[in-house]
């Protein structure tokens, strides 16, 4: 008796393996892709060295840099290779566009060609040694990177909340180094040709006219493609879940539906055990959307919040972080 009235799916079991299908593929290829990221990342030098051989960083500052870069939040306030949150800027295409500027500027300024190219070439060739593991930058980058420590510690050291983040964010000068020796190798990674190509590893990005990086041809057609795929695949789904009765979905569409009064049903005990549930859930609810109109009003005015100086309190970082840690809980 059981078994006969057990309700069947409003779907065909077609539909159901379809699916089973789709993840399995899904996730194969999103597999495959971490695997090829990984073996084609960009390496981690052990050592980097101004052509004098004196160590600017290595690849253990670049590990701690990262873990700065995370430790602080950043990732909730500017984004590194463009993926982050936006209030603050992409570090990578910052410390490559200060650091392009400082070496055409050592070349002759923004108005020689000579000092054009020069600075190009510069960024463009691969110095990196996989044998021994150094990669020697030349003397303008070297003394680029060395002016580019002090303008981040005094950017993260900033006393003040006009930045979005809280005062004194980062004192520790040995953290800021670390943190601008990360941003350093992002730039290398990014601007720099690979082995045998040219483009970069990261295939050109971020783009950066002033060291000619500019997004390959492979970047544009892919993202093109699985935009029109995404898009296309949808619509297919749906017009073919509307069209063919055969596969489910129409069989219930005749169903005749009561609807009885809320006074005349009785709550089950789990549907009132249930209610501190939606009670809670409503709470957070209410929270995060103050939240997330807090953090969008720092892209209007950063230093202050209606005459209040909220980043004292909540920084921006702070807040987009809760924003998103509240839809989770």
Same mark, same amino acid.
């Given at each position: 008796m059981? @078994? @006969? #009235? +057990?309700?069947?799916?409003?779907? &065909?079991?077609g539909w159901v393996q379809a699916v089973l299908i789709v993840v399995l593929f899904g996730f194969f290829v999103l597999g495959l892709l971490a695997y090829r990221t990984y073996q084609a990342k960009p390496p981690t030098p052990q050592r980097v060295v101004d052509p004098g051989g004196t160590v600017l960083y290595t690849a253990k500052d670049i590990t701690a840099g990262q873990q700065v870069f995370l430790h602080n939040g950043l990732m909730e306030y500017g984004s590194v290779f463009g993926h982050g949150a936006y209030l603050g800027p992409d570090y990578t295409?910052?410390?490559?566009?200060? &650091?392009?500027?400082? /070496? +055409?500027?050592?070349?002759? =300024?923004?108005?020689?060609? @000579?000092?054009a190219r020069r600075t190009i070439r510069d960024f463009r060739t691969n110095r990196y040694d996989d044998r021994s593991g150094t990669l020697t930058l030349t003397a303008p980058q070297a003394a680029a990177h060395r002016r580019l420590i002090g303008y981040y510690s005094r950017f993260f050291s900033e006393p003040t909340t006009k930045h979005g983040l809280r005062p004194d964010a980062i004192t520790d000068r040995r953290q800021l180094a670390q943190l601008t020796a990360f941003f350093g190798w992002t730039a290398w990674a990014g601007s720099?040709?690979?082995?045998?190509?040219?483009?970069?590893?990261?295939?050109?990005?971020?783009?950066?006219? +002033? /060291? #000619?990086?500019?997004?390959? @041809?492979?970047?544009v057609v892919w993202s093109v493609l699985s935009l029109i795929a995404l898009l296309g695949g949808i619509g297919i789904l749906f017009g073919?879940?509307?069209?063919?009765?055969?596969? =489910?979905?129409? =069989? +219930?569409?005749?169903?005749?539906?009561s609807f009885r009064?809320?006074?005349d049903v009785a709550l089950t005990p789990g549907q009132r055990a249930c209610a501190w549930f939606f009670f809670v859930m409503a709470a957070l609810f209410l929270l995060q959307t103050f939240v997330g109109a807090a953090s969008q009003h720092y892209r209007a005015e950063i230093a202050s919040f209606f005459g209040v100086d909220l980043a004292q309190v909540f920084p921006y970082n702070l807040m987009r972080t809760w924003h998103v840690q509240l839809a989770l809980f």
């Open positions: 059981e @078994a @006969a #009235d +057990r309700r069947p799916l409003l779907v &065909s079991k295409a910052d410390y490559l566009r200060r &650091s392009s500027d400082l /070496v +055409r500027r050592s070349y002759g =300024g923004a108005r020689s060609d @000579a000092a720099t040709n690979r082995p045998g190509r040219d483009y970069s590893y990261t295939n050109n990005w971020p783009p950066e006219p +002033r /060291v #000619d990086n500019t997004p390959t @041809a492979n970047v073919v879940f509307g069209r063919w009765r055969f596969l =489910g979905w129409h =069989g +219930r569409e005749q169903a005749t539906l009064a809320p006074g």
